[in-house]
């Protein structure tokens, strides 16, 4: 079993607050020289031990040493904690894991001191992955639960997320692939949910990992690739060299031994210059079992002897002693602490007889407390009946409030409603369509809106920031500034009204940064030339030609702030008779159901489209209805659903 599992989940969780800083370590070293308050420059150090765990790790030692000394010889104990698990981190990814946990379990003891439960959370799962490093699974697993239920502890989803990878793990050692999956599924979900897509990368990772030690290469291959272009973003060199051995695995299991063995190299030249003992050891495994399965005896050998000599480094080494040092030294602690409590028991006998001469006029003075207990609680009785009568008001208050709000929600729903366009509107424009729709909750993030001007006909499906209520906060400011840009502002092509709409959205609510706005497609049907023109933002329309999918051009950014700010292209669209034109948002390809609990994808939504197409378009709603419910099964809606279907020639 590859290590690759052990160090994904110690790079993403060391990665959490880090990922999305753009500072450099020129500008890092100018703030800890320039501070005057030394608390402070404990924790610039710790972002400079962040930044270099990423992009030269091998500066780290230095730098997370002289944070631990300041933090030491200003007595600042949430600092030293800090800095002893940047230099816990930066062992464990070195592979010398007694060092690691001479710098993790004091961290742990500090903020266990400081009842910060999910910092030790966080470093709970940190010694869970030392241990696996050391193939101790069950020390491994031990650390690993308590650290999800520290991080229960704090209703931390985040930590209990981390957790839950660390668990996936140990059944990934014991060959459990199907728990693994469920509970990397688990963590996954909680990532996505939280938009953390660099910590989503790195499960990816260790799905793609899972998927190809239990055979199942194309999903394997799947998540590897969604996982490599993350990593290449932030410029993760862990992840990376992490995520190429996975890619060389999945291509060994394929027996594609040269694009293996490419993978494979990569992934060591990153490992090596890093000086990473662990990675450096599970890769030359690898190649020495790819070069034995091609015959070349005698370079098999040599990568074989490499691996030895790199597993022997990490368990005779130095640091291996450290772990002997730790264990005779706890060792020593219990046997203290036994003898405290043999101690405590001498003195507790020479005590009783004591304790039961004090025992006789303790219990007379318990009889004379009863008598006055019994009296005042007669008292409080009374008393106790009135709150209860004011408790029930209470009670009736905050029945009603709820009503109210949800009475609120309910009026919301109907006023969105009445904005969202009306089937007859559609109707009496392009006759012959459907429309499937149906919220996650009672307002809905995503809506569909048409609009007439003069001979043109304008439908759009769009997918707003968020569901519930902020989500129809968002679809009702969308569809304003949709009728301001055409009935107000005349501009009438779908690319320029995608525009308007986007900078009045920035000009709006995006004035902080905020990435709210909608993925969409806009249509617009001249009722004269019978021209169809579209745009799409961050969604693909479909087209079901003589029983074949064609997907159309869009936009690979949303109508709102984002990375990207060129204009939006105007696209044409051709349909012959009898072709169908579908338009939807994510939620139908994103729900969670099936067998295995997984996502839908676009993959199977797009052959179930095709293998409805033919039928009528009642009958396609209520197909598309009934695969939705059956696949979700028991589990959750997870967000809005919208498809439409039309056919305009």
């Not at 199942?216 to 932030?234: H, R, T, V, W």
């Not at 089937?423 to 809905?444: A, L, M, Q, R």
């Not at 968020?466 to 968002?474: L, N, Q, S, W």
Request: proline residues 1%; positive net charge.
């Amino acid at each position: 079993m590859s290590k690759l599992k052990l160090i994904l989940v110690l790079v993403f969780c060391n990665f959490i607050l880090f990922s999305q800083s753009d500072r450099t370590k020129d500008s890092l070293l100018t703030l800890i020289n320039n501070c005057k308050v030394d608390t402070q420059k404990v924790y610039y150090y710790s972002e400079l031990v962040k930044y270099l765990q990423a992009t030269n790790p091998n500066e780290v030692q230095e730098y997370g040493q002289k944070n631990l000394e300041l933090a030491k010889k200003i007595n600042f104990k949430r600092g030293e904690a800090i800095a002893l698990c940047g230099l816990g981190e930066y062992h464990n990814s070195k592979g010398t894991y007694g060092f690691a946990l001479e710098a993790l379990i004091p961290a742990s003891k500090i903020y266990e001191q400081l009842k910060d439960f999910k910092k030790a959370s966080t470093v709970s799962d940190l010694i869970g992955n030392t241990y696996l490093g050391l193939n101790n699974n069950e020390k491994a697993l031990e650390f690993y639960q308590l650290s999800y239920q520290q991080a229960e502890m704090v209703n931390s989803k985040l930590g209990k997320a981390t957790a839950a990878v660390g668990i996936a793990n140990i059944y990934m050692k014991q060959s459990k692939y199907n728990e693994a999956i469920k509970e990397l599924m688990y963590a996954k979900m909680i990532f996505e949910n939280a938009n953390k897509d660099y910590q989503s990368a790195f499960v990816y990772a260790i799905i793609a990992e899972a998927y190809n030690d239990n055979k199942e290469l194309d999903s394997a291959l799947y998540y590897a690739k969604l996982a490599l272009p993350i990593m290449e973003k932030y410029n993760s060199r862990y992840g990376q060299c992490l995520t190429y051995q996975t890619l060389g695995n999945i291509d060994f299991s394929k027996e594609k031994l040269n694009s293996a063995l490419n993978y494979y190299f990569k992934s060591l030249q990153i490992s090596e210059e890093d000086k990473a003992i662990d990675n450096q050891k599970e890769v030359c495994l690898q190649i020495f079992r790819l070069f034995e399965k091609k015959g070349n005896s005698e370079q098999a050998l040599a990568y074989y002897k490499k691996y030895n000599s790199l597993k022997d480094s990490i368990y005779n080494g130095e640091s291996r002693n450290k772990l002997f040092e730790l264990q005779a030294k706890y060792d020593s602690d219990a046997k203290e602490k036994e003898n405290k409590l043999l101690q405590q028991d001498k003195m507790i006998s020479k005590k009783s007889l004591q304790t039961q001469r004090i025992m006789f006029y303790f219990i007379a003075g318990i009889l004379l407390l009863v008598f006055v207990f019994t009296y005042i609680s007669f008292k409080n009785l009374k008393k106790q009946k009135r709150m209860n009568v004011i408790l029930q008001q209470q009670k009736e208050l905050v029945e009603q409030s709820r009503k109210e709000i949800l009475d609120s929600i309910m009026y919301a729903k109907r006023i969105q409603t009445t904005i969202l366009a009306h089937k007859e509107f559609i109707d009496s424009h392009v006759s012959k369509n459907f429309v499937y729709f149906k919220p996650k909750d009672i307002v809905s993030g995503d809506f569909y809106w048409a609009y007439k001007k003069n001979n043109l006909f304008y439908l759009a499906v769009c997918d707003s920031t968020g569901h519930g209520v902020p989500g129809a906060f968002m679809s009702l400011l969308s569809i304003s500034f949709l009728n301001e840009a055409i009935g107000e502002k005349n501009i009438l092509k779908p690319n320029e009204v995608f525009n308007y709409v986007r900078q009045k959205l920035i000009d709006n609510i995006s004035k902080e940064g905020q990435k709210d706005g909608f993925d969409g497609v806009l249509l617009c049907m001249n009722q004269d030339t019978k021209e169809i023109t579209y745009s799409a933002a961050n969604n693909r329309p479909v087209i079901i030609t003589e029983n074949k999918l064609v997907e159309l051009t869009s936009d690979r950014m949303p109508v709102g702030y984002g990375e990207r700010k060129e204009d939006f292209k105007l696209h044409t669209i051709d349909l012959k008779k009898n072709d169908t034109l579908y338009l939807f948002t994510d939620g139908y390809a994103d729900q969670f159901g099936g067998p295995k609990g997984k996502k839908l994808m676009y993959k199977k939504l797009h052959e179930f489209l095709v293998t409805i197409s033919s039928q009528t378009f009642e009958s396609q709603t209520e197909s598309l209805g009934n695969n939705f419910e059956s696949w979700k099964g028991n589990l959750e809606q997870v967000d809005d659903v919208c498809v439409i279907g039309l056919r305009v020639a």
